[in-house]
């Protein structure tokens, strides 16, 4: 039986209980199939409770816009109304003086004149825009205008210029026009000055004298030339909202706030009947509380908050300290309201440092330099700040992220990765410990990072280059890359060699026994012949002597002929391959742990080719097999020892042994065998 179909306006109700519903619809639904149909209804309805509150949010705010021009409505209204009020008191001061005749008539002279110059402007911008204005075709005709000139439009996301604007802007209207490239204005739309917000958007170091218009097709950013330009701007662009009102109130001088001295005047001028009114005497009474706080302090709240929604954090970090001097010490008796100032400022710190901290850790990126490039600007205002313990977690956490992900390029486009490693890990040792130069306490933090990140490396090497199987000469080559740039670190004080040593041990002494198990199998197991060496052309013994040269051993006197060596075969690949394997071992062995190790590797390999002996049924001279061993151990020996202490710097304590006891079996060569003819005959 398939369960019935949810009630969403479950999740309308005040006492919703996850737990509760969570558990009634797995005891409703049967098998996986209903709770994915289920789960797919809840995620349509999350969907549709989206889209309303977004629709709701728009309305909210439209209503917000329309209430506001409501309010300056109304404020209008009311500044007409004191006017009106103005006006008849003037009219009852008439009654005693005549000379208020002669001053109207000279108002109305002048109103008249300014209005025949503003008719005259109005018609000349009328006839440049018909003009000028490709596509426009508007009706102009009783427009007052106010304005005009030209703009730059601008991306509301990242403030990069789209177009060239020019504005004209008249009472009820304004039209917007693009800048051709030859000059040339092509209309664009136009607007309802009524139906439109203008907004100050504060310089930032990109953008300058730029504002934020509300259009009904959206919000759209401007920039002005000048900050004159913008300061104009915004000023006509008020006025054409309030045109109607001002129109209306020019008929009287604009209600002023009356001062002292007029309170007096006037009730010593108006009539007995105005001034017989009982008024309430106002004693002079001490300011209050409120009037005594600064206003700057009084809003340095609300400040804060728009300085961090506008990224200006540095100005925000500076208002904060100085909010907290003003209302901490001996200032305090001084701000009656102090508390609920400093708990203000104090939540408004926290969502500076929470904002702080996420704008840190968003700064990672693929490349090292730009996250720490991007990382600094936060970083900074959050030491200032006295975060150390969370901007130092945050910083190290990014730069894990930006390192690892470098380590993951360059092992796909097969770079040196621990060339790479280690020169991002000095990048970050010194930038940290410059920004956190004195705080000695986040030291350990930065040590305790670099083993984590050693020991991420350390896995990813054995993973990707140590692996089983790996030749020795791989696995030198590998170790001695590591080696040399880890100790770059050492100059700054941060010395990680030996734990490096000690995270790679396990995995090179397992290389190490198995090199040498492969290595001791493969003795013995070509055929010899147990003769000369014939190369047979000239080039070809040039090549191996230079060869056998470069490894550090001279043969040449061993050469006979054009093309022989007085060596056998597999004598001659033989000291090639141990003075190769000798220098591996003499790199690997620069790390104590694992001297004794090389050691027995070269000890047995020697042994083991040392000990190969002609087969019993093949005719060979003696003398020449105990030639090639005596070459091995008087020439080949004392070779391999000075390589590996000049590579390593450390003697070779047991090739030593082996030589000293290997002279000393060596005796004076066998006589050859001989056939002897016998027979039965006395």
Same mark, same amino acid.
């Given at each position: 039986?398939?369960?019935?179909?949810?009630?969403?306006?479950?999740?309308?109700?005040?006492?919703?209980?996850?737990?509760?519903?969570?558990?009634?619809?797995?005891?409703?639904?049967?098998?996986?199939?209903?709770?994915?149909?289920?789960?797919?209804?809840?995620?349509?309805?999350?969907?549709?409770?989206?889209?309303?509150?977004?629709?709701?949010?728009?309305?909210?705010?439209?209503?917000?816009?329309?209430?506001?021009?409501?309010?300056?409505?109304?404020?209008?209204?009311?500044?007409?109304?004191?006017?009106?009020?103005?006006?008849?008191?003037?009219?009852?001061?008439?009654?005693?003086?005549?000379?208020?005749?002669?001053?109207?008539?000279?108002?109305?002279?002048?109103?008249?004149?300014?209005?025949?110059?503003?008719?005259?402007?109005?018609?000349?911008?009328?006839?440049?825009?018909?003009?000028?204005?490709?596509?426009?075709?508007?009706?102009?005709?009783?427009?007052?205008?106010?304005?005009?000139?030209?703009?730059?439009?601008?991306?509301?996301?990242?403030?990069?210029?789209?177009?060239?604007?020019?504005?004209?802007?008249?009472?009820?209207?304004?039209?917007?026009?693009?800048?051709?490239?030859?000059?040339?204005?092509?209309?664009?739309?136009?607007?309802?000055?009524?139906?439109?917000?203008?907004?100050?958007?504060?310089?930032?170091?990109?953008?300058?004298?730029?504002?934020?218009?509300?259009?009904?097709?959206?919000?759209?950013?401007?920039?002005?030339?000048?900050?004159?330009?913008?300061?104009?701007?915004?000023?006509?662009?008020?006025?054409?909202?309030?045109?109607?009102?001002?129109?209306?109130?020019?008929?009287?001088?604009?209600?002023?706030?009356?001062?002292?001295?007029?309170?007096?005047?006037?009730?010593?001028?108006?009539?007995?009947?105005?001034?017989?009114?009982?008024?309430?005497?106002?004693?002079t009474e001490p300011k209050s509380l409120e009037d005594e706080t600064p206003e700057w302090l009084s809003t340095a709240s609300e400040e804060i908050q728009t300085l961090v929604a506008q990224r200006h954090f540095e100005e925000a970090q500076e208002l904060i300290k100085r909010t907290q001097e003003s209302v901490r010490g001996e200032n305090r008796k001084k701000v009656p309201q102090a508390d609920s100032i400093?708990?203000?400022?104090?939540?408004?710190?926290?969502?500076?440092?929470?904002?702080?901290?996420?704008?840190?850790?968003?700064?990672?990126?693929?490349?090292?330099?730009?996250?720490?490039?991007?990382?600094?600007?936060?970083?900074?205002?959050?030491?200032?700040?006295?975060?150390?313990?969370?901007?130092?977690?945050?910083?190290?956490?990014?730069?894990?992220?930006?390192?690892?992900?470098?380590?993951?390029?360059?092992?796909?486009?097969?770079?040196?990765?621990?060339?790479?490693?280690?020169?991002?890990?000095?990048?970050?040792?010194?930038?940290?410990?410059?920004?956190?130069?004195?705080?000695?306490?986040?030291?350990?933090?930065?040590?305790?990072?670099?083993?984590?990140?050693?020991?991420?490396?350390?896995?990813?090497? &054995?993973? !990707?280059? *140590?692996?089983?199987?790996?030749?020795?000469?791989?696995? =030198? +080559? %590998?170790?001695?890359?590591?080696? @040399?740039?880890?100790?770059?670190?050492?100059?700054?004080?941060?010395?990680?060699?030996?734990?490096?040593?000690?995270?790679?041990?396990?995995?090179?002494?397992?290389?190490?026994?198995?090199?040498?198990?492969?290595?001791?199998?493969?003795?013995?197991?070509?055929?010899?012949?147990?003769?000369?060496?014939?190369?047979?052309?000239?080039?070809?013994?040039?090549?191996?002597?230079?060869?056998?040269?470069?490894?550090?051993?001279?043969?040449?006197?061993?050469?006979?002929?054009?093309?022989?060596?007085?060596?056998?075969?597999?004598?001659?690949?033989? &000291?090639? !391959?141990? *003075?190769?394997?000798?220098?591996?071992?003499?790199?690997? =062995? +620069? %790390?104590?742990?694992?001297?004794? @190790?090389?050691?027995?590797?070269?000890?047995?390999?020697?042994?083991?080719?040392?000990?190969?002996?002609?087969?019993?049924?093949?005719?060979?001279?003696?003398?020449?097999?105990?030639?090639?061993?005596?070459?091995?151990?008087?020439?080949?020996?004392?070779?391999?020892?000075?390589?590996?202490?000049?590579?390593?710097?450390?003697?070779?304590?047991?090739?030593?042994?082996?030589?000293?006891?290997?002279?000393?079996?060596?005796?004076?060569?066998?006589?050859?065998?001989?056939?002897?003819?016998?027979?039965?005959?006395?």
């Amino acid at each position: 039986m398939a369960p019935a179909a949810p009630n969403m306006k479950e999740f309308d109700d005040f006492n919703f209980s996850v737990d509760k519903y969570t558990k009634e619809l797995t005891r409703e639904c049967v098998g996986g199939s209903d709770l994915q149909q289920r789960k797919k209804e809840i995620e349509a309805y999350n969907e549709t409770t989206a889209a309303t509150l977004k629709q709701t949010c728009k309305k909210n705010y439209m209503e917000f816009i329309q209430t506001a021009k409501e309010i300056s409505h109304l404020e209008s209204e009311m500044y007409q109304l004191s006017h009106i009020l103005i006006e008849q008191r003037n009219i009852l001061a008439t009654m005693t003086d005549g000379k208020t005749n002669s001053r109207l008539k000279a108002d109305s002279v002048e109103a008249e004149s300014s209005a025949a110059a503003d008719d005259v402007q109005n018609s000349h911008a009328t006839r440049a825009v018909k003009e000028m204005v490709q596509g426009f075709n508007g009706n102009l005709e009783g427009k007052t205008f106010l304005n005009e000139g030209a703009l730059i439009e601008l991306d509301a996301n990242d403030y990069r210029p789209i177009q060239r604007v020019f504005f004209f802007l008249f009472n009820d209207v304004l039209i917007v026009c693009k800048v051709k490239h030859d000059k040339r204005l092509d209309f664009l739309t136009e607007y309802d000055p009524k139906k439109i917000g203008v907004i100050n958007i504060k310089d930032l170091d990109g953008v300058k004298n730029a504002i934020n218009i509300i259009t009904p097709d959206g919000s759209k950013i401007y920039q002005s030339i000048t900050a004159a330009g913008k300061t104009e701007w915004i000023e006509k662009l008020e006025e054409a909202f309030r045109f109607d009102q001002q129109k209306k109130s020019k008929k009287g001088q604009a209600p002023q706030p009356p001062t002292r001295a007029k309170q007096q005047s006037s009730k010593s001028s108006t009539p007995e009947k105005v001034s017989s009114t009982p008024q309430p005497e106002t004693p002079t009474e001490p300011k209050s509380l409120e009037d005594e706080t600064p206003e700057w302090l009084s809003t340095a709240s609300e400040e804060i908050q728009t300085l961090v929604a506008q990224r200006h954090f540095e100005e925000a970090q500076e208002l904060i300290k100085r909010t907290q001097e003003s209302v901490r010490g001996e200032n305090r008796k001084k701000v009656p309201q102090a508390d609920s100032i400093e708990s203000k400022v104090k939540q408004q710190e926290l969502k500076l440092i929470n904002v702080l901290l996420k704008e840190l850790s968003n700064s990672h990126n693929r490349n090292l330099q730009i996250a720490l490039r991007s990382a600094k600007r936060p970083l900074k205002i959050l030491v200032e700040m006295g975060r150390y313990r969370q901007a130092s977690a945050t910083l190290l956490k990014v730069c894990a992220v930006s390192l690892r992900v470098s380590q993951r390029e360059a092992r796909r486009n097969n770079a040196d990765i621990s060339e790479l490693f280690f020169c991002d890990l000095t990048q970050v040792a010194c930038d940290y410990l410059t920004a956190f130069e004195q705080q000695p306490a986040c030291v350990s933090a930065l040590v305790v990072w670099c083993n984590a990140e050693l020991q991420y490396f350390a896995s990813q090497l &054995i993973k !990707h280059y *140590l692996a089983k199987g790996t030749s020795l000469e791989t696995v =030198a +080559k %590998c170790v001695e890359r590591v080696r @040399k740039p880890s100790t770059k670190l050492t100059e700054i004080g941060l010395d990680i060699s030996y734990h490096l040593e000690g995270l790679l041990r396990t995995t090179l002494e397992s290389l190490i026994e198995e090199s040498k198990e492969r290595l001791l199998d493969s003795v013995g197991r070509t055929e010899e012949s147990w003769q000369p060496y014939n190369l047979q052309t000239k080039s070809n013994l040039k090549r191996l002597l230079l060869e056998l040269d470069v490894l550090g051993i001279d043969v040449r006197a061993q050469a006979t002929g054009d093309t022989w060596m007085n060596l056998t075969q597999s004598t001659v690949v033989f &000291i090639r !391959h141990f *003075l190769q394997l000798t220098e591996h071992c003499g790199c690997l =062995a +620069k %790390c104590e742990t694992l001297l004794q @190790k090389l050691e027995l590797l070269l000890k047995e390999l020697f042994i083991a080719h040392h000990s190969l002996k002609p087969p019993s049924d093949m005719a060979v001279d003696p003398n020449f097999v105990m030639k090639n061993k005596i070459f091995l151990v008087d020439n080949l020996l004392p070779i391999a020892i000075d390589k590996f202490r000049q590579i390593s710097g450390r003697q070779c304590e047991i090739l030593r042994e082996l030589h000293t006891k290997m002279s000393r079996q060596h005796g004076a060569p066998l006589p050859r065998q001989r056939s002897v003819y016998t027979t039965d005959v006395f």
